[in-house]
């Protein structure tokens, strides 16, 4: 066994570990840790089989394999944050309607307290 | 709020507006209306003096801007019958006297929204946003960030939703949205004062009216560039 190897298989049970820590903790959804257990499964895959890097280096034309590597690192985190703005979107449009609802209801409260004063010192009347 | 004879709300949205709104308000009750202030997590006391000049006040939790501020009102208006809204700015800009322009070419026209419109009053950044806008968007609307509108049912329907909750401004966002659905967009002159006190938002520096521009014109991307093309009606 290489050092990549053993360093890969290192990594990739850190972090593993370290997911499954932050479900249990209440840290992370559990539908996140799934894109990241698929991040450590490539990591895996191809610190244990490093020929697999060359081979699929080679057959899309790039001249130094591990630049692969690189590439798709970087676009896991593009997607990656593009899904969270997606998800941040939708999450700031819930706060907002929430935030409306609660000023509506809050006036709503207002309007019963003065009500049902008004019937009171009705009562004592 | 006595709803057995009226429909028209007219909804201000107010960011610590206590030097002018008590004003505004008065007035419009004066003339009879319904009006609701829409307090922005203002820092002065414009709630309670909204609420003593015989306004309905709802309290936003936090700061979330102008058009934010309209839609709780417009959210307000649906839950309580009112088939009509008016807006209008906090800061004396609009005379209530003129809300009467707006509802007769309601009738006149039959539009979903009326603008009251007053391009006289627009300073140069002003005019050359609304220049670029127009030439990109094909909208002939002259005064497009007038805040005095006048919005129907089937308006106040459609901007309550979630979709124009993602909005940032009441003003291209708004007409774009009406107009993909369809519905009226109509624009009558109404003369407008300067100012009272406070500054405009969006024109306030050349950094904010780029970020408006650039924002207005993302957003146009998206409804133009990935829809069928539309015969422009207005």
Not at chain 1, 22 to 27: F, I
Not at chain 1, 44 to 63: E, M, N, R, S, T
Not at chain 2, 93 to 118: F, K, M, N, S, Y
Not at chain 2, 151 to 172: C, F
């Amino acid at each position: 066994m290489s050092m990549l190897n053993i360093s890969s298989a290192v990594f990739g049970l850190v972090t593993a570990l370290s997911v499954i820590w932050l479900v249990k903790k209440n840290h992370m959804h559990v539908q996140y840790t799934l894109w990241w257990f698929a991040f450590i499964i490539l990591v895996l895959i191809f610190g244990l089989f490093p020929k697999l890097l060359d081979l699929l280096g080679h057959a899309l034309g790039f001249v130094y394999p591990p630049s692969l590597l690189f590439l798709m690192a970087l676009l896991a985190i593009f997607i990656k944050v593009l899904l969270a703005d997606i998800e941040r979107t939708r999450t700031k449009a819930s706060f907002i309607r929430l935030s409306q609802k609660v000023a509506i209801l809050e006036d709503q409260i207002r309007i019963l307290k003065e009500h049902s004063d008004g019937q009171g010192a009705d009562k004592k009347d | 709020m006595n709803k057995s004879n009226d429909q028209n709300l007219i909804i201000i949205p107010a960011y610590n507006e206590s030097a002018s709104i008590d004003k505004v308000v008065g007035k419009c009750r004066r003339l009879g209306y319904s009006v609701l202030v829409v307090n922005d997590a203002s820092l002065d006391d414009t709630a309670n003096i909204a609420r003593q000049a015989g306004a309905r006040v709802l309290d936003h939790p936090q700061n979330m801007g102008a058009w934010i501020a309209i839609q709780t009102g417009m959210r307000f208006a649906i839950r309580h019958e009112f088939s009509r809204v008016i807006t209008m700015d906090a800061d004396g800009q609009h005379d209530p006297e003129h809300i009467a322009c707006l509802l007769e070419a309601e009738v006149r026209t039959g539009a979903d929204i009326v603008i009251g419109a007053c391009p006289e009053r627009a300073s140069r950044k002003r005019l050359f946003a609304w220049w670029m806008l127009r030439k990109l968007s094909g909208f002939k609307v002259q005064d497009l960030t007038s805040g005095f509108r006048l919005y129907n049912l089937s308006a106040v329907g459609l901007l309550s939703g979630r979709d124009a909750t993602l909005l940032e401004y009441q003003d291209l966002g708004v007409l774009l949205m009406l107009r993909e659905n369809e519905m009226q967009i109509t624009e009558t002159p109404v003369p407008m004062q300067q100012r009272e006190a406070g500054l405009s938002r969006i024109f306030s520096s050349w950094g904010r009216v780029f970020y408006y521009m650039v924002y207005s014109l993302m957003l146009l991307a998206g409804k133009r560039l990935l829809s069928p093309v539309r015969k422009q009606e207005f």
